[in-house]
């Protein structure tokens, strides 16, 4: 970009008649790119902001709810935070009140919430009735995190495919002896079995050896990758019985001799086999995975105060407030300080506080003025 004159690129300078603390740094910069300070008449910008992120998380969590066929309780719902919060699925909001004067805190640092997650009524009364002497900081931590399709992409398929289907082969000898017996599946014994003998435990890498991937293929555009279904050398049984000669109507009983993943159908779960009575019907559609991201955290400061915006330009505005208003010299100077240093660098282009480009800096007075003294 080209050099942008200081004197524009500093366009604006908000002042607010307020002697109330504010963030320790208000002046733009990387670092205070996620800080804020609003005044009181200002509180619907940062209510409605909280209004909206609370949809989402009620939306999270009564999808986590459906999901996972849970009753909408208090107790449910304060599950489903928990779990979606351990994969930064939800927006925290905190909310801490505090007095101004001795900066004593007159509603401790809390995430506001009820069996609807955050308690949007109490944040706007506590706006609506902010004190000359107190300040309301919320520190928003945006959610962030990826949820993977529930559908077979060409990547996936190959993925499954690689090494002889060795990431579909890992996955199945992730089921329990458990869910086997719970499906009928009582024992193991080999398929060429002589005389009279008792099946040993069933185990889930002999469920693992009735499989085995095939090759990468092109049906009709799309890729396919098939799974044959059979009998291994050591057969899963229905009993725990002894057994004479090889076992026939014992065997686990396949549904289908063929599993095939196509690209674009539903992801199959290889570690949750449907077996029933001892036979192996197929497997549960996989449930979208989520993977945490980055989380930004955001910092607002609600005031009592009052609040003038006028540009840098404008030097009878300028006047007019500084004849009002007492300010920090020195502040101003740092400021000042700040936005030559961003414009030598070429950083005035968003990355620096405003995302739009423009340099904005916030004064707090330190008083006001006495007029008609002279």
Known sequence: MNKKNLAMAMAAVT????????????????????????VKDKYKDIFDEVKKLV???????????KENKLQDNDENRGKAWTELSK??????????????????????KTVVKTNTVVDTDYVENKLKNLDTDEYVDFDITTKASTVSSTKYTAADIYNLADSSGKKITDKLKTVTV?????????????????????????TPDTFASYFTVGAVKTVDNKLTLEIAV??????????????????????????NAKITLTEG????????????????????????????????????????????????????????VVSKYKFDSTEIGR???????LNDKDKLDGSSYDKDGTYKAVFFAEGKRLQGFS
């Open 335 to 341: 400021v000042y300080d700040e936005a030559k240093d």
């Open 87 to 108: 994969t930064n699925s939800l927006n925290i909001i905190n909310i801490t009140v505090k007095d101004s004067d001795d900066n004593s805190v007159v509603v401790p």
């Open 230 to 255: 059979a009998d291994p050398s050591t057969v899963l049984v229905n009993t725990a019985e002894n057994i004479t000669n090889a076992p026939t109507n014992q065997k686990m009983k396949i549904t």
């Open 15 to 38: 002042v607010v008649g307020s002697a109330a603390p504010v963030f320790a740094a208000t002046t733009p910069s990387e670092d205070n790119a996620g800080r804020y300070t609003i």
């Open 265 to 320: 159908d539903d992801r199959l779960d290889f570690s949750k086999p449907s077996i029933e009575g001892g036979t192996l019907g197929g497997f549960a559609k996989a449930a979208a995975e989520t993977t945490p991201g980055e989380q930004q955290t955001i910092n607002v400061r609600v005031i009592n105060a009052k609040q003038e915006t006028i540009k840098a330009t404008d030097y009878d505005a300028l006047k007019a």
């Open 178 to 202: 458990d869910q086997l017996k719970t499906g009928g599946i009582l024992g193991q014994i080999s398929a060429t079995n002589s005389g009279e003998n008792k099946p040993d435990e069933p």
């Open 55 to 65: 949809k989402e998380n009620d939306g999270a969590i009564d999808a986590y709810l």
